[in-house]
């Protein structure tokens, strides 16, 4: 068996960037219910889950302002908002590759199970994963990002010591050390770690090609 049979991908900011896509929802969001923001609305608020995100923007948790603001959000971009999504340039090289060689993809990611798949047939990638989780796609809501980790990994048997996280950001590298994956950080996207944010055993690439090779090493 390869070293790392099984390659678990984070979504935003790692495979996509999503965040002019996310960012003009949000504007829209706030505008159609007439609120401004109590932070500004850039690419450092991208990559929470989304009601996170909103009380993080609304500058409050009443249920009914941050109801109101997914709503219109979900409107926004779960219709026509997501289609402006852009692949990094060479994921989807690095994708059929790693399906080509026998390796068993899957998708762990904070975003919205819907938009997750809307996004993967957008660009065509759905036929390259085996699962696709997201912290929604169980009732109660998963908690954190490791805990999805974790029911993927017990849900479909897949054993930690040939396993890897793929992530952008420290959130993906500390719930890859939860579940006692490796970690290896994608350097190109918004969520980008640098040289001082990253522990001393994880791994870092500036480019999907670099981290094919990585992967596909036995």
Do not use: C
């Amino acid at each position: 068996m390869p070293h790392f049979q099984y390659v678990l991908f984070d979504l935003d900011g790692t495979l996509i960037d999503s965040a002019p896509a996310i960012l003009a929802s949000y504007r829209q969001a706030f505008a159609a219910a007439g609120r401004a923001p109590a932070v500004t609305i850039d690419e450092s608020i991208v990559g929470p889950p989304l009601i996170e995100t909103l009380q993080i923007l609304a500058g409050t948790k009443d249920p009914q302002v941050i109801d109101e603001l997914a709503g219109h959000f979900k409107a926004s971009y779960d219709t026509t908002g997501y289609r402006e999504t852009a692949a990094y340039a060479g994921v989807g090289e690095m994708l059929a590759r790693l399906a080509a060689s026998g390796r068993t993809l899957a998708i762990a990611t904070n975003k919205r199970l819907h938009p997750t798949r809307l996004i993967l047939d957008h660009l065509g990638w759905s036929g390259y994963f085996r699962t696709v989780y997201a912290l929604d796609l169980f009732e109660p809501r998963l908690p954190t990002k490791a805990a999805m980790i974790a029911r993927l990994m017990a849900d479909h048997d897949i054993p930690e010591d040939v396993s890897v996280y793929v992530g952008d950001r420290s959130e993906d590298g500390e719930s890859a050390d939860a579940n006692r994956l490796s970690f290896f950080a994608a350097t190109w996207g918004y969520g980008s770690l640098e040289a001082g944010e990253l522990a001393a055993h994880w791994r870092a690439f500036a480019s999907p090609a670099a981290l094919t090779e990585a992967l596909l090493q036995d």
